[in-house]
């Protein structure tokens, strides 16, 4: 089984703060993505990458970066964290393209708590 | 407008009944439609997929695109209380740099 692994599952963080979530998967999968989950809005995409080294903007990148240095990790970087980043914050990988790059697996979330 | 649009419910149904869950979209160019299924306190797992039109169905569960009015279904025959979860739909455009769009998400409850 795609094991998803976030490092995380719950934060708390004072604004201001730098604040970094990491993911890891162990199924050589070339995509990861980042999203925020919030009720009454869904998932919505930080930031994804299709492989090392790359990175492409989501439809929410402002006040977010992430890194890629290695295939199984994907890091969420949050530089100077404000109150509207409190958020639950999914990993996902997939494999390839086509289907298999829309079928998303889902790590156990993070949530953060910016006060 | 939102792309997809999605009931919140949270719907509440007796085990054994047959839950339709649907959701709307305004963009044409969507070829790609899945449901998500997600636990309380879990990340979201794929259920099913279909890729442009037609009906699809694994088990107890089957899932409608109806293209020319932009709307698709899950359904969900004999209802369990293991099924109690939030459902979400997601689509996308065909090629590579095409993201998936996600739908709210519904909340369901089966009850005993």
């Known amino acids: 089984d795609v094991k998803v692994t976030q490092s995380s599952r719950y934060l708390v963080k004072r604004t201001g703060e730098k604040v970094f979530l990491e993911c890891v998967q162990d199924m050589d999968h070339e995509n990861m993505f980042w999203y925020r989950q919030d009720p009454g809005l869904g998932l919505r995409l930080i930031y994804f990458s299709y492989d090392v080294k790359m990175k492409e903007k989501g439809d929410i990148p402002e006040g977010y970066s992430v890194s890629r240095e290695k295939k199984e990790r994907f890091s969420l970087i949050l530089e100077s964290a404000s109150t509207n980043q409190t958020s639950m914050y999914l990993c996902?990988?997939?494999?390839?393209?086509?289907?298999?790059?829309?079928?998303?697996?889902f790590g156990e979330g993070s949530r953060l708590t910016v006060l | 407008q939102k792309e997809v649009e999605q009931d919140p419910g949270p719907l509440s149904v007796p085990e054994g009944a047959i839950v339709s869950l649907n959701c709307t979209y305004s963009?044409?160019?969507?070829?790609?439609f899945m449901w998500y299924r997600q636990y309380s306190r879990k990340g979201p797992e794929l259920l099913m997929y279909?890729?442009?039109?037609g009906n699809k169905e694994d088990g107890r569960f089957t899932a409608q695109v109806d293209k020319s009015s932009k709307y698709i279904s899950l359904f969900i025959r004999d209802s369990q209380p293991s099924d109690s979860a939030t459902y979400l739909c997601?689509?996308?455009?065909?090629?590579?740099?095409?993201?998936?769009?996600f739908g709210t998400g519904t909340r369901l409850q089966v009850t005993l």
């Open positions: 963009n044409s160019a969507f070829q790609y």
């Open positions: 996902a990988s997939s494999l390839g393209r086509g289907i298999s790059l829309r079928e998303l697996f």
């Open positions: 997601a689509m996308s455009a065909t090629g590579t740099a095409s993201k998936l769009t």
């Open positions: 279909t890729y442009s039109s």
